[in-house]
């Protein structure tokens, strides 16, 4: 069971290139968000879903964008890098609502140069 | 501003101790959650505290909410080693959910 994979682990990109992070789980959860941690920061939610179709912002929504074609899927896409997009993102997956238990991917780890 | 905010910062104690860090919050909550996260690592969730819950307990871990003083504090008794992590307090506003900056504990054995 593999739980909340994230691809890839690593990326550096220049300023204003575009790119999506992957997440996918396993769990059949309806649930699943987008954080970002920074340093010295608590991890601040981006966008969440409530389900196939279903998407919000949450308190950090600039400069991305999502989408929930499918319940195990939810991909993260920056249209056009910027420098305060460097960061660690994590992705996650509740089973019984968005703000409940949170089962965390192992994050992404991005530079934007 | 960010709605949770940990104290103490970081911490050091000896294996066997105790080791207890408060997060305060700023708004109404519906439940609030404590997560560990080790260097590198995503977050685990240890513990959901409800709105209309006082204490909580899960193995080592005791839980404590005081919605009058929007605060919880997160206990865990005869630490070890591998407790040495960072610890996060999180609260469900109803149509937000935050994160606070963390305490950082070290255990030494």
């Known amino acids: 069971n593999a739980g909340v994979t994230q691809t890839p682990k690593f990326q550096v990109l220049k300023t204003g290139q575009s790119m999506t992070l992957q997440c996918a789980q396993d769990m059949n959860h309806e649930y699943m968000s987008w954080y970002r941690q920074d340093p010295g920061m608590g991890l601040r939610l981006i966008h969440y879903?409530?389900?196939?179709?279903?998407?919000d912002q949450g308190e950090v929504p600039n400069g991305y964008n999502v989408s929930r074609s499918t319940t195990e899927d939810f991909p993260l896409r920056l249209l056009s890098a910027a420098p305060s997009q460097t960061s660690v993102y994590f992705c996650?997956?509740?089973?019984?609502?968005?703000?409940?238990?949170?089962?965390f991917g192992q994050g992404t780890r991005l530079t934007v140069v | 501003s960010q709605q949770g905010e940990e104290d103490p910062q970081a911490l050091s104690i000896q294996e066997g101790e105790n080791a207890t860090m408060n997060c305060s919050y700023k708004t109404s909550i519906n439940n609030l959650q404590w997560y560990r996260q080790n260097s590198g690592r995503g977050l685990v969730h240890l513990i959901l505290?409800?709105?209309?819950?006082r204490e909580k307990h899960s193995g080592r871990l005791r839980v404590t909410l005081d919605t009058s003083k929007k605060s919880s504090s997160l206990l865990i008794t005869a630490s070890r080693a591998a407790d040495t992590a960072s610890y996060f307090c999180a609260t469900d506003t109803g149509n937000q959910f935050y994160f606070g900056t963390g305490t950082s504990l070290t255990v030494i054995p």
């Open positions: 996650a997956s509740n089973p019984t609502g968005p703000f409940t238990e949170a089962f």
């Open positions: 505290i409800r709105s209309n819950e």
């Open positions: 879903s409530v389900g196939a179709g279903i998407t």
